[in-house]
Every structure is written in structure tokens, then in C-alpha cells.
């Protein structure tokens, strides 16, 4: 089986990787699934760190991902990414905050872990305590399914990570992580007048929350891997514990992410 990498990122500014706009409350929501949960579609997670990696080795980087869209002879890459699909969430609770996730998500999460079973430090990111505890979140009191403990390769991402997270079912996953969002509402002024010329919502996962995916080494080659020797250590070691951006709101302080490659 070919190499692959358990890539773990936290965010730390909250983060808007948006669907365009659409019809409701949200007038630019967060990319979904088709469950509805938010989720960073592999072409956008990509495409980000092919950005981030052009700027230190323009080489290495079409090796890895593959021609631009401007380049005369077009190739694939040699790495597959998958999206990047955020687990464990933040969220206001009478103690503060603490961190929640979903029986579907951890589903996914182990799906994600079975590519990379063959590393058995980064498949052991977190443990089950199969008792379920009673949290204070939503103005009230919600039961849990059961809870996790995270392991240190986890909590290492960031300070606010705690050690729980509360997995809650299906039934009731979806609505506890909507929950969890940041819906914030901008507008833009006419510079004589000061009115409103355009009012719209964007939605944001908060800082905090924790993402997993993976990136699969199919082997290929192209005439820009020629040469470079051991492929796979130079992708770890230029992607690893470095922060991006992701999603397009930067200029305004959004979107900054820390990447680790397991």
C-alpha cells in the first residue's frame, strides 16, 4: 500500500472557507458535506498548500500537486489530498468552554486514521471512555454519548485544546455543532455618505476547532520529481508545523491555520 500521512491542523483565527453565496440567513455559509456538516473540500485544502509550498520550492511543490493552470505541458501530481474535515469544536458552555464533537465526525475521523494505520502513533490520537456526561451548552443542560480523551500529538496543536471532548449523537450532533458557529455580519459604507451600500453574513468555524485529513503518496511521477531525492521527507519537512491561510479572508486577520504531518 502507498504512504500516507495523517495531516492534523488547528485553527488559529477563526476560519471562513466559503460555498459562494446562497439563499437563508447565511448569506456566504462554510463549505458542507452533504450530511451539512462543515467541511474543507480537498480541491480548496490543495490548492492552499500548493500556494504555501510554491513560495519556498516552486519545484517541489508542482512534484507534489502537480502543474498550474498556466503551465504549457500539464501533469498530475504525486501526493492525493483529501479534505480536511473539521472534529472538535469549541463551544460556550456554563464552564466557560469546552469541546464537542459527533458520533458521525469521529465515524469519519476513524475512516481517515484506517489510511494511516500503518503508523501506529498517528492513528492513537484519542481515547474512548465509554461513559456519557452531562454538559451545560445551548442554555441548558445536554447528555452526551459518551466523551474522549485527547492525546498529547492532539493537544500539542494548540492551547486551547482541552483534554475532554463530549461526542454527542446523531440526532442531535448536527444541531450542537451548528451551534459552534460564528455568524458575523459585515457591511460596506459610501466613503461621502457613510450608508449602507451592501449588508451580508459570513460564517466562521472559531478558533480553536481542530481539522484532520490526509495525504496519500500515489507514487506518480513527473519530470519535476526527477531529481529531488526523497520525496516524501521534503514533504514533511516543508509542510510540518508551518501555518497557512486558509480560505480568503486573510487581509482582515481570518483564517490562520498550523499544519502538522504525521
Not at 101 to 123: C, H, M, P, Q, R
Amino acid at each position: 500500500m502507498s504512504k500516507a500521512y495523517l495531516i492534523l491542523a488547528y485553527a488559529v483565527t477563526p476560519v471562513h472557507v466559503g460555498m459562494g453565496r446562497a439563499p437563508g440567513v447565511v448569506d456566504l455559509p462554510f463549505q458542507r458535506d452533504s450530511i451539512g456538516y462543515p467541511i474543507v473540500y480537498g480541491s480548496s485544502f490543495k490548492g492552499v498548500l500548493k500556494s504555501s509550498l510554491m513560495d519556498k520550492n516552486s519545484n517541489l511543490a508542482k512534484c507534489i500537486f502537480g502543474a498550474e493552470p498556466d503551465d504549457t505541458e500539464k501533469y498530475m501530481g504525486r501526493f492525493i489530498i483529501t479534505d480536511l474535515i473539521p472534529i472538535f469544536y469549541p463551544i460556550a458552555s456554563l464552564d466557560g468552554y469546552v469541546y464537542i464533537s459527533t458520533d458521525y465526525l469521529l465515524k469519519k475521523t476513524e475512516d481517515i486514521l484506517s489510511i494511516v494505520k500503518g503508523n501506529s502513533s498517528a492513528t492513537n490520537i484519542y481515547s474512548i471512555n465509554n461513559k456519557g456526561e452531562e454538559v451545560g451548552i445551548l442554555l441548558g443542560k445536554l447528555k452526551s454519548s459518551y466523551t474522549i480523551t485527547l492525546n498529547n500529538i492532539v493537544k500539542e496543536l494548540g492551547s486551547l485544546i482541552k483534554d475532554k471532548v463530549y461526542v454527542f449523537s446523531d440526532d442531535i450532533g448536527l444541531q450542537v455543532v451548528e451551534s459552534a458557529l460564528i455568524r458575523v455580519t459585515r457591511n460596506v459604507l459610501d466613503d461621502n455618505t457613510k450608508k449602507s451600500q451592501n449588508l451580508w453574513t459570513e460564517e466562521y468555524l472559531p478558533q480553536g476547532t481542530v481539522f484532520i485529513g490526509a495525504a496519500i503518496d500515489a507514487e506518480r511521477t513527473n519530470e519535476l520529481c526527477k531529481g529531488i531525492n526523497d520525496i516524501d521527507k521534503a514533504f514533511r519537512e516543508k509542510l510540518n508545523n508551518t501555518t497557512i491561510f486558509l480560505g480568503g479572508k486573510e487581509t482582515i486577520g481570518k483564517g490562520l491555520v498550523r499544519i502538522k504531518v504525521i
